[in-house]
């Protein structure tokens, strides 16, 4: 079984342009996730999709970040226009519908986003 | 707001000793508690996990790990380390709606 895939694994841009990762969850998970860890720090929870509904986006940091999950399988986060402080290494999680499963989360390698 | 402590950014043991890796959390609920591994250039792989039950768990390569209420921590151990062990391991938090709470990561480095 495939595990979490996500691209680019690294992608290196100017600050003010688009960047666009992707994430292809396991298949037949309703739920995933998007976090970021910046400089060594933990890693910090962004958002929860259940199917291609947003249960939870309170971790998202501003409106610079836009996160989709059209049809409810693979996902994507877009970061419009890029600043320097979006550096960082981004990670996609999945898990499964609900109960305790849906507590064990699989992770993507991540995608490692330098902002120059 | 929720934390996750991981005490010491970087631990170095030498090879065949015991692996103490410390986690504390930040609730008077207790959460479920998980650990994760992170080798170079790899996505995080999940060690073990707490949710009911037995508060000593075992994950896989020989590492356990121990809830302690009254302590609110779940710290990681190996008795043996092994070379092949040195990675980045990230304890974590979930209490509700499956966001989980991470700390800042250890770095253990395990000398030959």
């Known amino acids: 079984e495939a595990g979490v895939t996500q691209f680019p694994s690294h992608s290196v841009i100017e600050k003010g342009q688009t960047v666009t990762l992707r994430c292809d969850p396991i298949?037949?998970?309703?739920?995933l996730y998007w976090y970021r860890r910046v400089m060594g720090k933990e890693i910090k929870f962004l958002l929860h999709f259940v199917k291609e509904s947003k249960q939870d986006e309170s971790g998202m940091p501003n409106n610079r970040f836009l996160a989709e999950r059209t049809g409810g399988t693979y996902s994507t986060l877009k970061v419009q226009p890029a600043e320097l402080e979006d550096s960082g290494v981004y990670f996609c999680a999945s898990s499964q519908d609900s109960g305790v499963s849906s507590y064990e989360q699989y992770f993507g390698p991540g995608t490692r986003l330098t902002v120059t | 707001a929720q934390s996750v402590t991981q005490l010491g950014s970087h631990v170095s043991v030498s090879e065949g000793a015991l692996v103490l890796l410390r986690c504390n959390y930040s609730?008077?609920?207790?959460?479920?508690l998980f650990w994760y591994v992170q080798y170079p250039n790899q996505g995080l792989q999940l060690l073990l996990k707490?949710?009911?039950?037995?508060?000593l768990v075992k994950g896989i390569n020989g590492f356990e790990a121990e809830f302690k209420k009254s302590e609110t921590s779940f710290h990681l151990t190996k008795p043996s380390a092994h070379m092949s062990d040195a990675a980045e391991y990230f304890c974590a938090v979930v209490y509700n709606f499956n966001k989980f709470y991470f700390g800042s990561g250890t770095k253990l480095n395990v000398k030959p």
């Open positions: 707490y949710t009911t039950g037995a508060t």
């Open positions: 298949s037949g998970h309703d739920n």
């Open positions: 609730s008077s609920v207790p959460p479920y």
